[in-house]
Nanobody
C-alpha cells in the first residue's frame, strides 16, 4: 500500500521561502516518479512539478518555473519542493503525488495522493 505523507507547510510573507517534504512508503521509492500538485480555494487541482525516479529529470508548470525546485533523496524515500519568491497566488493546499511510471507523473490524474499540506502566502 503506497503512503505519501507531506510536511513543511505554513504561513509565509510574499517573497519568502518554504520547503515541503513528502515521505513515501509501500514500494521501491526509486523506481517511480514523484511530483506535486496544488489546489487553491475555489479552484481545481493543478500540476506543479514532477521528478523522475533517478532524480535526473524534472518538469515544472510555467507558473512556478524558476521559483520552485523539486528534488528527491532516494536513500531517505523522501521528495522535496523548495519554494522561493513566494507570491500570494501560490496559496494553496499542496499534495505529494506519485504514479506507476519512472519518468514523469501524470499532469492530470496521478494514481497516488498524500493528504495535503497548507501553504499560505500573505501580501
Amino acid at each position: 500500500q503506497v503512503q505519501l505523507v507531506e510536511s513543511g507547510g505554513g504561513l509565509v510573507q510574499a517573497g519568502g521561502s518554504l520547503r515541503l517534504s513528502c515521505a513515501a512508503s509501500g514500494r521501491t521509492f526509486s523506481s517511480y516518479a514523484m511530483g506535486w500538485f496544488r489546489q487553491a480555494p475555489g479552484k481545481e487541482r493543478e500540476f506543479v512539478a514532477s521528478i523522475s525516479g533517478s532524480g535526473a529529470s524534472t518538469y515544472y508548470a510555467d507558473a512556478v518555473k524558476g521559483r520552485f525546485t523539486i528534488s528527491r533523496n532516494n536513500a531517505k524515500n523522501t521528495e522535496y519542493l523548495q519554494m522561493n519568491s513566494l507570491k500570494p497566488e501560490d496559496t494553496a493546499v499542496y499534495y505529494c503525488v506519485s504514479g506507476t511510471t519512472t519518468v514523469r507523473v501524470s499532469t492530470t490524474a496521478p494514481d497516488y495522493w498524500g493528504q495535503g499540506t497548507q501553504v499560505t502566502v500573505s501580501s
